[in-house]
């Protein structure tokens, strides 16, 4: 496992927080064609994530490796619904780290990811502007 991870704070480093072409997949099974499925989907994510990072940050902080697992894996999957496809493989690596009771390399990533979490919600509230 890493010991340190780059700064995902920069907003030009990298691909872009969001794949939209993600979000596309959506309008198939919408049944208005359009994009009003994956509006939904953005705002409960934006509205629910936070708890969940907030888990996370107690998990690592309590030394809770399980939960940790648990709350990495639910936001790995839920980031990758949204297209956030470079913050959900950070989650899958903390998901590992936590379940190899890798604590100090989860909290070192942890604090990593800060800037990408802040970087995908300025991405889904730009669709979400962009939409209305």
Do not use: C
């Not at 939904?40 to 994510?45: D, E, G, H």
């Not at 590992?96 to 909290?107: G, I, N, P, R, T």
């Amino acid at each position: 496992m890493h010991a340190t991870h780059p700064d995902r704070s920069d907003p030009n480093a990298g691909p872009a927080a969001v794949d939209r072409k993600v979000l596309d997949q959506y309008r198939e099974i919408d049944p208005s064609g359009g994009l009003g499925l994956a509006l939904r989907i953005l705002r409960i994510y934006i509205d629910s994530s936070g708890e969940t990072w907030r888990g996370i940050g107690q998990a690592i902080a309590g030394r809770d490796g399980e939960a940790l697992r648990l709350a990495a894996h639910s936001l790995k999957s839920s980031t990758a619904s949204v297209g956030a496809l470079p913050l959900a493989n950070l989650f899958r690596e903390l998901e590992a780290l936590a379940k190899s009771a890798h604590m100090d390399e989860a909290e070192i990533l942890f604090a990593s990811m800060q800037g990408e979490y802040a970087r995908v919600l300025a991405a889904l509230h730009e669709i979400l502007a962009e939409a209305t």
